[in-house]
Structures are given as structure tokens and as C-alpha cells.
């Protein structure tokens, strides 16, 4: 039974009702990869384990990033490079752009490809201390290819040293094939791949897309009743772009997390908090789509909802694959104070996921850890395109 302590460290315990937590000059005790003990004095008990002195660093929870697409073909640089130059939606369309491209790329891929692909930016997230990484299907809009997604996104803890959660976006947008014709899409591709794909266990939770481009809440109501037969919780896009009613609708459904939510209100934020759902920020998006519509940061806090943060890492609205940015970007363009980031990228995060035993540090929680050359907590969040990571810890082992 492996077991180890660390000793003389500054501990960001960061326990779910808020701050960091600190234990200065304090020891942790891990037994087969759980927290045994956590604490400023270590008792007898442990005296005998072996010690590694980690010198007066940070240790924090290993990081946990809640809203990914990571599994997915090709990318969309060209588009990025056309709209600068001068070229508008309709022109970028005509050239193959937007969600369309990912969606022929990604189907076209092999699953070789899709892994490999998907593993370059994971592990730009785990040389970050990320442990816990969700992943969304949602650019295949075919049965065959969202399911091809979903494995290859349970093939990434196969190949790395970290925890996936997968979540079905079948509702992410409507192919083309089903130009204007969203709810059959919902009956002969949606439903059907979804109950495919929770047969063959490979989903965590589902989501969708709710917006004027996509579904609205009736549809995604029907995509959601479905997902409750099954016993699978929900999460939901909302509120990103415009006020569709997305919000109050993943409150109805008592749903892990609202992701983007920049039109929310004081109302929506009222019923998140009486739903316990945690309201997921997502600045990368914003920031590369040039949004000045930021999410009600005031009202959530006013009403106590849980707030976590994310890279939304994929090719179109946020290629960004570091979640040490996207602390920095929550401060920056949101406003969060830097212990409400390291809490949004650590304990809100895992209960976005639905997940208990990560983002605090407390005895009988997973050894998933992230050792930092940092002074204080605040550096994560305030330094800008910096990685002060001395060592991550997955299950107890480096």
C-alpha cells in the first residue's frame, strides 16, 4: 500500500463554501491515492511514512476543467485569419467556415487521428496541473460519428494519467442535411444516438446548445426528458448570445451547470441558486468573439450560486487549451477576485462535473494534487502566460 507525506507546504485546501482554505506550514498524508490527513500538526501515525519536504510551495487541488470539446477534426485558423482580414460570416461560410468545417473534418477523421489530435491539447492542460477534464461530443451530428467522440474521448484516461467525464452534445447544432428541420433531426439522429451512447456507457451527462442558431427550450426539453429516463444528469449552453430561457430551463431540470450564460439575469441567477446548479464562465469565448455582454458576475454572487470556470477548448470560439489564462481572463473580463478563479477551477468545477471526490483537499478525497513555485494563491490567477507548476500528483502518485 503506497503511502507518502508532504510536509511544509502552504495549503490551498479550497473547501466549497469559499477563500482558500490556507494550512500554512502544514502536512499532507496520502494512502493508496486518498488524503489520509490534512493539517498544520502531524499526528504520531503518520511519523513513520515517507516524507518529502516540498519547501514552503503551494499545493492546491489538481485542477479541474469542466466545459471541453477536445475531441475534434481539423481546425478553423483559416477562418480565424479570414474574419481579421476583412471577410464576414456569409463569405466565411461560402469558404467551408464555421461549424460546418469541424463538423466535415471531424467526420472524416479517423479515431487514430481524433486521439492523437485531442491528446496534443490535453496534455497542454495536464503540464498545467489539470487532473479532471470533461469532454463534449457534439461536432460528428451523425450516429456514427458522435459515438466515434465519445470513445475516443474515454481513450484519453486510457492513454494519460487523468480522470475524463464525456458528456453527449448531440444538441449542438443542426446538420446540414436537416437544414430547417431541427426536431426530426432531434427524432432520427439526436434521441436515438444518445440512448446508442448511454448503452454502451459512454456518457457522463448530456448537454446542448439553447440559442436562436441552435435549439430552443422546447426541443431541448424534449433532448432533456430523455436524458432523465435514463438517469443521466444534464447540463446545458446558455445564455451565450442571446436570452432564449435557457437558463431558467437548466434550473427546471436541477442540471450540473449553465455554461456561458452572458444574458443572463438577476432572475436566472435566483433560480440557479435555488436549483444548486453552478454557473459555469467561459472567457476564451468571450474573448474571441469580441463580447461585451459579460455574465451578471454580481448577481450570482449576491445570490450564492456557485461559479466555475473553463477553457471551452475548441476550434471555432475558443481555441485555448490553458486554464491558467483562463483564471487570468475571469479577473481580467469578469471580475472575479483571484480565490474565486482558483474555486472555479477547482471545487465549483468538480461540482459542475458531478464529481465528489475532487477540487478540495480534505481526507477522503481522491490524491489528485498540484504542487506550485509560487508565493501565493493569487500568482495563478495574476500572471499571464507563466506556468509555475513544480509537480502534479494523480492518484496519490507523481
Same mark, same amino acid.
Given at each position: 500500500?503506497?503511502?507518502?507525506?508532504?510536509?511544509?507546504?502552504?495549503?490551498?485546501?479550497?473547501?466549497?463554501?469559499? $477563500?482558500? *482554505? +490556507? =494550512?500554512?506550514?502544514?502536512?499532507?498524508?496520502?494512502? #493508496?491515492?486518498?488524503? /489520509?490527513?490534512?493539517?498544520?500538526? !502531524?499526528?504520531?501515525?503518520?511519523?513513520?511514512?515517507?516524507?518529502?519536504?516540498?519547501?514552503?510551495?503551494?499545493?492546491?487541488?489538481?485542477?479541474?476543467?469542466?466545459?471541453?470539446?477536445?475531441?475534434?477534426?481539423?481546425?478553423?485558423?483559416?477562418?480565424?485569419?479570414?474574419?481579421?482580414?476583412?471577410?464576414?460570416?456569409?463569405?466565411?461560410?461560402?469558404? $467551408?467556415? *464555421? +461549424? =460546418?468545417?469541424?463538423?466535415?473534418?471531424?467526420?472524416? #477523421?479517423?479515431?487514430? /487521428?481524433?486521439?492523437?489530435?485531442? !491528446?496534443?491539447?490535453?496534455?497542454?492542460?495536464?503540464?498545467?496541473?489539470?487532473?479532471?477534464?470533461?469532454?463534449?461530443?457534439?461536432?460528428?451530428?451523425?450516429?456514427?460519428?458522435?459515438?466515434?467522440?465519445?470513445?475516443?474521448?474515454?481513450?484519453?484516461?486510457?492513454?494519460?494519467?487523468?480522470?475524463?467525464?464525456?458528456?453527449?452534445?448531440?444538441?449542438?447544432?443542426?446538420?446540414?442535411?436537416?437544414?430547417?428541420?431541427?426536431?426530426?433531426?432531434?427524432?432520427?439522429?439526436?434521441?436515438?444516438?444518445?440512448?446508442?451512447?448511454?448503452?454502451?456507457?459512454?456518457?457522463?451527462?448530456?448537454?446542448?446548445?439553447?440559442?436562436?442558431?441552435?435549439?430552443?427550450?422546447?426541443?431541448?426539453?424534449?433532448?432533456?426528458?430523455?436524458?432523465?429516463?435514463?438517469?443521466?444528469?444534464?447540463?446545458?449552453?446558455?445564455?451565450?448570445?442571446?436570452?432564449?430561457?435557457?437558463?431558467?430551463?437548466?434550473?427546471?431540470?436541477?442540471?450540473?451547470?449553465?455554461?456561458?450564460?452572458?444574458?443572463?439575469?438577476?432572475?436566472?441567477?435566483?433560480?440557479?441558486?435555488?436549483?444548486?446548479?453552478?454557473?459555469?464562465?467561459?472567457?476564451?469565448?468571450?474573448?474571441?468573439?469580441?463580447?461585451?455582454?459579460?455574465?451578471?458576475?454580481?448577481?450570482?454572487?449576491?445570490?450564492?450560486?456557485?461559479?466555475?470556470?473553463?477553457?471551452?477548448?475548441?476550434?471555432?470560439?475558443?481555441?485555448?487549451?490553458?486554464?491558467?489564462?483562463?483564471?487570468?481572463?475571469?479577473?481580467?473580463?469578469?471580475?472575479?477576485?483571484?480565490?474565486?478563479?482558483?474555486?472555479?477551477?477547482?471545487?465549483?468545477?468538480?461540482?459542475?462535473?458531478?464529481?465528489?471526490?475532487?477540487?478540495?483537499?480534505?481526507?477522503?478525497?481522491?490524491?489528485?494534487?498540484?504542487?506550485?513555485?509560487?508565493?501565493?494563491?493569487?500568482?495563478?490567477?495574476?500572471?499571464?502566460?507563466?506556468?509555475?507548476?513544480?509537480?502534479?500528483?494523480?492518484?496519490?502518485?507523481?
Amino acid at each position: 500500500m503506497t503511502r507518502r507525506v508532504l510536509s511544509n507546504a502552504q495549503i490551498a485546501t479550497m473547501p466549497p463554501e469559499g $477563500g482558500y *482554505g +490556507i =494550512v500554512d506550514k502544514g502536512y499532507v498524508a496520502i494512502e #493508496a491515492g486518498r488524503l /489520509a490527513y490534512v493539517g498544520a500538526d !502531524l499526528p504520531a501515525e503518520y511519523a513513520a511514512w515517507p516524507c518529502e519536504d516540498v519547501e514552503g510551495r503551494l499545493i492546491t487541488p489538481g485542477l479541474v476543467d469542466c466545459h471541453t470539446h477536445l475531441v475534434f477534426g481539423g481546425n478553423r485558423a483559416l477562418e480565424f485569419e479570414m474574419r481579421l482580414n476583412g471577410a464576414g460570416y456569409e463569405e466565411i461560410a461560402r469558404a $467551408g467556415g *464555421g +461549424i =460546418v468545417s469541424t463538423v466535415t473534418a471531424t467526420r472524416t #477523421a479517423t479515431d487514430g /487521428a481524433l486521439i492523437a489530435s485531442a !491528446l496534443r491539447r490535453l496534455d497542454a492542460l495536464i503540464s498545467e496541473g489539470v487532473t479532471l477534464v470533461e469532454v463534449k461530443s457534439g461536432y460528428g451530428l451523425d450516429a456514427e460519428t458522435e459515438l466515434r467522440m465519445l470513445r475516443a474521448a474515454r481513450q484519453l484516461a486510457v492513454r494519460r494519467d487523468v480522470r475524463i467525464r464525456t458528456s453527449f452534445l448531440g444538441a449542438h447544432a443542426v446538420p446540414g442535411e436537416y437544414s430547417g428541420r431541427a426536431d426530426a433531426y432531434l427524432d432520427e439522429v439526436c434521441l436515438p444516438t444518445l440512448r446508442a451512447a448511454h448503452s454502451e456507457g459512454l456518457v457522463d451527462a448530456v448537454d446542448g446548445f439553447c440559442e436562436g442558431i441552435a435549439f430552443d427550450t422546447s426541443q431541448m426539453s424534449r433532448v432533456f426528458d430523455v436524458a432523465n429516463e435514463l438517469g443521466l444528469p444534464v447540463k446545458l449552453h446558455a445564455e451565450q448570445l442571446s436570452h432564449l430561457g435557457g437558463t431558467a430551463l437548466a434550473a427546471r431540470y436541477g442540471a450540473l451547470s449553465a455554461d456561458h450564460i452572458e444574458h443572463a439575469n438577476t432572475a436566472d441567477a435566483a433560480a440557479l441558486a435555488a436549483a444548486g446548479t453552478v454557473a459555469v464562465l467561459l472567457p476564451g469565448a468571450f474573448y474571441t468573439l469580441r463580447e461585451t455582454q459579460a455574465p451578471p458576475v454580481a448577481a450570482l454572487r449576491d445570490h450564492g450560486v456557485p461559479i466555475a470556470l473553463a477553457t471551452d477548448c475548441n476550434p471555432g470560439s475558443s481555441p485555448l487549451a490553458s486554464l491558467l489564462l483562463t483564471m487570468n481572463m475571469g479577473c481580467t473580463l469578469f471580475g472575479l477576485t483571484p480565490a474565486q478563479a482558483l474555486s472555479g477551477v477547482t471545487c465549483h468545477a468538480a461540482r459542475a462535473l458531478g464529481v465528489k471526490d475532487a477540487g478540495s483537499i480534505a481526507p477522503g478525497m481522491r490524491a489528485d494534487l498540484a504542487i506550485w513555485d509560487v508565493e501565493t494563491p493569487g500568482e495563478l490567477a495574476y500572471r499571464i502566460g507563466f506556468n509555475p507548476l513544480y509537480q502534479r500528483i494523480f492518484g496519490g502518485k507523481e
